[in-house]
T-cell receptor
Framework: NAGVTQTPKFQVLKTGQSMTLQCAQD?????MYWYRQDPGMGLRLIYY???????DKGEVPNGYNVSRLNKREFSLRLESAAPSQTSVYFC????????????FGPGTRLLVL | KQEVTQIPAALSVPEGENLVLNCSFT??????LQWFRQDPGKGLTSLLL?????REQTSGRLNASLDKSSGRSTLYIAASQPGDSATYLC?????????????FGKGTKLSVKP
């Protein structure tokens, strides 16, 4: 039982390049989330998926797109990376959006030059 | 807009000391509150979750309390150990269903010295 896994662990992009961050969970959770963590800003929600087939915007969705590929996988795409998107990205999952603990992956460190 | 504040931002204590970490939130209409631990370069680990109807939760040396009316929660760590050194994050959930997103504080960085 690996919990929540994220790939890659670290990535360097040039401004304007695109990339997809991958996330998978093996806990049969319904809900999945993408956060970014920046110094002095704390963790902020980018997008979430309450259940398979649904996605909703969080606090900071601009510049990102998501896909809930199936119940296990939730990907985050940067279509045209900007230096402001340099951050640590965390994926999380929970049984439901409302009541249950969120379990976090180890994070992806992204540097946009 | 819900805001979560954690004071102090950093705390250093000698091993064995009992300590309290503070979390305050501006809107008392929360669904639940969670405390997380984050080690350097790692993801978050959930420590305790308190539902809005509860006053406290305990796990081992950790005890978290919730006072919704005053907008405050505390995390009590008994007999601190160097292995407790980490950043502790508090997060509140605004509501159920699609309103269930977590709003995080910026954390308290704890250092326990041998």
């Amino acid at each position: 039982n690996a919990g929540v896994t994220q790939t890659p662990k670290f990535q360097v992009l040039k401004t304007g390049q695109s990339m997809t961050l991958q996330c998978a969970q093996d806990m049969n959770h319904n809900s999945m989330y993408w956060y970014r963590q920046d110094p002095g800003m704390g963790l902020r929600l980018i997008y979430y998926s309450a259940s398979e087939g649904t996605t909703d915007k969080g606090e900071v969705p601009n510049g990102y797109n998501v896909s809930r590929l199936n119940k296990r996988e939730f990907s985050l795409r940067l279509e045209s990376a900007a230096p402001s998107q340099t951050s640590v990205y965390f994926c999380a999952s929970s049984g439901t959006v409302s009541t249950e603990t969120q379990y976090f992956g180890p994070g992806t460190r992204l540097l946009v030059l | 807009k819900q805001e979560v504040t954690q004071i102090p931002a950093a705390l250093s204590v000698p091993e064995g000391e009992n300590l309290v970490l503070n979390c305050s939130f501006t809107d008392s209409a929360i669904y639940n509150l969670q405390w997380f631990r984050q080690d350097p370069g790692k993801g978050l680990t959930s420590l305790l979750l308190i539902q809005s109807s509860q006053r406290e939760q305990t796990s081992g040396r950790l005890n978290a309390s919730l006072d919704k009316s005053s907008g405050r929660s505390t995390l009590y760590i008994a007999a601190s150990q160097p292995g407790d050194s980490a950043t502790y994050l508090c997060a509140v959930r605004r509501g159920g269903g699609s309103q269930g997103n977590l709003i995080f504080g910026k954390g308290t960085k704890l250092s326990v010295k041998p």
